[in-house]
Structures are given as structure tokens and as C-alpha cells.
């Protein structure tokens, strides 16, 4: 099964390159950025071997679909996604932190609330909850912007304004968009019989103005609950159904790998490579609530989108 796993373009007055997990970045002069979704998959921070066809445009395709649905709230940097795979849109100075909304106690909040915090990045959380419920109102739970390598670390408002990380105005800025981006992605989300559960945000800005950047409400980047099952689940303390890569951790841990030293990323087949393959364009269909048409996986692959983005950049 082919893949995007690797580009190499030289774009006209392309002055930099940024090849991250799953993204190959390319900032064009001063004000633009070319973002490139491959089909490279990580989990527990590494790259595994092989690519996932379709990954790469079923994220874009989600995040572009959501940057739409939401630009009347926030200003985001999106300008336009002339290919399946490829988004252009504004260069911005990024705020060094990620705005994480809460709105279950689940995974690492409720991994922290099980060993006996309760409070988290600030935020205190009561005692008697249960794994997966749902708080009175969804909490904003920030981590720092680690470089590349590290985690992200949880920090609190309080934390980030009186460090300087963010002006105050600017925080208070982030988190009411952030929970206003959250609102909306729920309401849509419930539109498709799901729950967005907890996800997160990254802004920047251009000059004085905030805009959304990167990906948002994708099953990369947040988790998704079925809401016609929630709630007999919760009542019996079972796990939830969910529609994330969790499904892809779950799969290396049951093979003995969870990014830990010494460990050794487990064989993916090319059944395996479908498979995660066809449940990521599940995921897709699942959220959109649209049917997924495959972009064509030809020789000339490369040359479609780097063909797509410079008619775009003629534009610009």
C-alpha cells in the first residue's frame, strides 16, 4: 500500500522547512506556511516505520472542515486547502502553550485524580468522581509547548500569566476561544451522535491578532465518546467506545510497546497497515458525517500536490 511518508519540495521564496511527526512544514517569505498532513503515524512520541494511507488526508480534510465551521468565533490561519493533503494559510508567532478543554474526567486527568490529585494545571476537581464523568462544566487544563523530543508539561493560568509565558489579556483571550471552539465542536459533534470529550487548541498571532492555528478536532488531537452508549457504560463502570488513535496505542501496548527505552516497535503488516488504514477513514465518516472519496494514490502523486500548491501560491 503506497503512502505519503516524505516530501521534498523547493517552493518559489520558500526560506525555511519544518518536518515534524506527521507534518512537513514549509514557510513561504515571511507570512505564509504550506502544510503538508503525510501519512507518518506516532504514538507514545515515536514515528512508527511505515505510513498509514489516507491518514494524512483524512486529517487535513477534518481540521479544514472544522476551521470553517468555526471561523465566526476566532480568526484562524487557514487561507485554503488546495489539495486532499495540503492546507496554506497565514505564518504566525505561536503561543508557547497548548489550550486542552476538559469536559470528562478521562485518561491522563483521571490517571492524575486515581493517585489522589485533585487539582489539575490549577483546577480543582471534586472528590467522589468516576472515570469518564463528566464535569459541571468543561475545565481548561493548559500544558507548556515542549520542544521537539520532550512532553508537554501541565502548568496553570496563574503559573503562565505570572511567569510571562502569556500576557494576561492575551490568556484570557485564549480561553474564552478555546471554550467557545469547545461549544461549538460539541454541538457538532452531538449532531453525530458523539461527544467531544476533551481535545486542544494552539493559537498564534499576526501582528496584534489571535488566530487558531494547526489541526483542530481531529481524532489526532482530541477524543470522542458515542453518545448512545455513554451512559449505560458509565452506569455498569465500564470503559467508553471511542473514536481516537487510542485504538493504535492499544494495539502496540498489547505488543509490548509504549515508547519505553530498550523497546521495540512491533512488525506492522501490511494488515495491519489497512486496517488502521480503514479505521482512521472510519473516523472520518464517524465525525464529518460525509463519505470519505480516496484522493488517487498514483505515480505522480508527488507531483499533484506540489503542482496543487504552486497554482495556489500564484495566487497568493
Known amino acids: 500500500m503506497k503512502a505519503i511518508t516524505r516530501t521534498e519540495f523547493n517552493f518559489p521564496n520558500q526560506s ?6 506527521v507534518r512537513d512544514v514549509y514557510t513561504i517569505g515571511e507570512d505564509y506556511l504550506v502544510m503538508i498532513a503525510t501519512d507518518r503515524i506516532s504514538a507514545f512520541d515515536v514515528v512508527l516505520p511505515k505510513g498509514i494511507p489516507y491518514k494524512g488526508q ?60 485533585r487539582e489539575i494545571c490549577g483546577v480543582k476537581i471534586p472528590d467522589g468522581m ?34 510571562g509565558i502569556v500576557k494576561e489579556d492575551d490568556y484570557l483571550m485564549l480561553e474564552k476561544y478555546a471554550l467557545d471552539l469547545f461549544n461549538r465542536g460539541s454541538e457538532i459533534a452531538s449532531e453525530r451522535g458523539l461527544i467531544l470529550v476533551d481535545t486542544k487548541y494552539e493559537f498564534g498571532k499576526k501582528g496584534d491578532k489571535i488566530y487558531l492555528i494547526d489541526e483542530i478536532h481531529t481524532p489526532d488531537s ?10 449505560e457504560l458509565f452506569a ?11 485504538f493504535v496505542r492499544e494495539w502496540l501496548m498489547e505488543n509490548n510497546f509504549s515508547g519505553q527505552a530498550g523497546q521495540k516497535v512491533p512488525e506492522m503488516t501490511d494488515e495491519i497497515v489497512r486496517s488502521i488504514s480503514d479505521r482512521y477513514i ?32 500564484a495566487r497568493l
Open 236 to 246: 455498569k463502570g465500564l470503559q467508553q467506545r471511542q473514536l481516537s488513535k487510542e
Open 58 to 117: 483524512v486529517l487535513n480534510q477534518i481540521a479544514s472542515k472544522f476551521l470553517d465551521s468555526t471561523s465566526d468565533i476566532v480568526p484562524n490561519w487557514k487561507i485554503a486547502s488546495p489539495d486532499p493533503v495540503v492546507t496554506v494559510g497565514h505564518k504566525c508567532t505561536g503561543f508557547p502553550v497548548e489550550m486542552i478543554v476538559r469536559a470528562y474526567l478521562t485518561g491522563s486527568s483521571w490517571r492524575a485524580y486515581k493517585a489522589g490529585a
Open 16 to 21: 525555511s522547512k519544518y518536518v515534524g511527526k
Open 130 to 163: 468516576k472515570e469518564h464523568q463528566r464535569f459541571e462544566q468543561p475545565i481548561v487544563t493548559p500544558t507548556t509547548k515542549a520542544e521537539i523530543g520532550l512532553h508537554d508539561q501541565d502548568i496553570s493560568k496563574e503559573e503562565i500569566i505570572t511567569k
Open 282 to 313: 472510519e473516523l472520518y465518516e464517524n465525525i464529518t458525517g460525509s463519505k470519505f472519496e480516496r484522493a488517487e494514490y498514483t505515480d505522480d502523486i508527488y507531483e499533484r500536490i506540489e503542482t496543487n500548491i504552486l497554482n495556489m501560491l
Open 222 to 231: 482530541s477524543r470522542y465518546f458515542y453518545k448512545e452508549s455513554y451512559e
